[in-house]
């Protein structure tokens, strides 16, 4: 339960695996009073309905955004742009607008260009969690416990449309800290944007191999674990990668300058240099999986 007493009606606009499992961590939380969606699919705000995601459906996104006072937008990056402004031109009883977008920066530059009176509400925000499913069906009130929330504000932000999004994901039980959008943009696309390229080129580079079936008959933990994030959505992650085109790119160049590395290593036989590059990255993903675990066990 959250301290704050006061509840709130909170409008979605796009419902599935994220606004989804917002909407249920909020009613969960006691955060939200009334839950209202528009989604572009009619049989997406049906079943949301049924599965007790939503109150009620909005038959348009003005007419959401005239009876809630937080409007979360949650839909696929390159469907943000024109309802954010939306949103945001006609911003109804709304005191503020939040997004769940996995890039930042060219939304933000979008919002700031073309509705800079209304920009202030705005908070442009991501959640660090997710997972390779899709859609509401698969929404979860749990998903977003202990992982992080960036929230990219800046100096034009309003403080109380900034408070009250930092209380919205605290309620959800995620820890929320603010960041330099171009900052958010490099971070990710090294964190989870490059990981997310490099699963579905292997998979794909191993596809089109003359032996294909025994590779996937013979592949296990190891293919699996590495391969997961490929049976992510490849609309959603199409519109990740152009939407971070810089910022990616730089990302992978130099992943590729590291990889021809290795491959130098092991074309010269020099296993002191494989060596020491493969000790170094067991110490960091030793370190990392030890602060998740202490993570997901609550601990810190
Ligand atoms: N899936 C993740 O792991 C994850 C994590 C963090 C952030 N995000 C971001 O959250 C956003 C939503 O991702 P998701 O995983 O919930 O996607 P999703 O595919 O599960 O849901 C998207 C929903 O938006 C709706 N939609 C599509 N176009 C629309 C439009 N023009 N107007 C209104 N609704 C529209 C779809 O019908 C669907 O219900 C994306 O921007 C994504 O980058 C995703
Ligand atoms: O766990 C997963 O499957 C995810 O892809 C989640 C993940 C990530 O890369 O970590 C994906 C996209 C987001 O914008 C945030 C989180």
Known sequence: MVSDPRRYAIGFVGLGLIGGSLALALKKAGFASSVIAWDSDPSVLERAAHLGVIDAAAHSVSALMQSVEIAVLACPTQACEPLILDMLNDSGSAICVTDVASVKGELYRAVVDAAPKSAAIYVPGHPIAGSERSGVAAADAALFERHRVI???????????????????????????????????????????LPHVLAYALVDALAQSPIREDIFRFAAGGFRDFTRIASSDPVMWRDIALANRDALLAAMDDFCTRLEALRSSIAARDGAALESTFRSAKTVRDEFARDLALRDSGSS
């Not at 009250?164 to 039980?173: D, E, P, R």
């Open 151 to 193: 929230l990219t504000p800046d100096s034009n932000t309003d403080p109380l449309a900034l408070g009250l999004v930092q209380k919205l994901w605290a309620a959800a039980g995620a820890t929320v800290q603010c960041m330099d959008v171009l900052e958010h943009d490099q971070l990710l696309a090294a964190t989870s944007h």
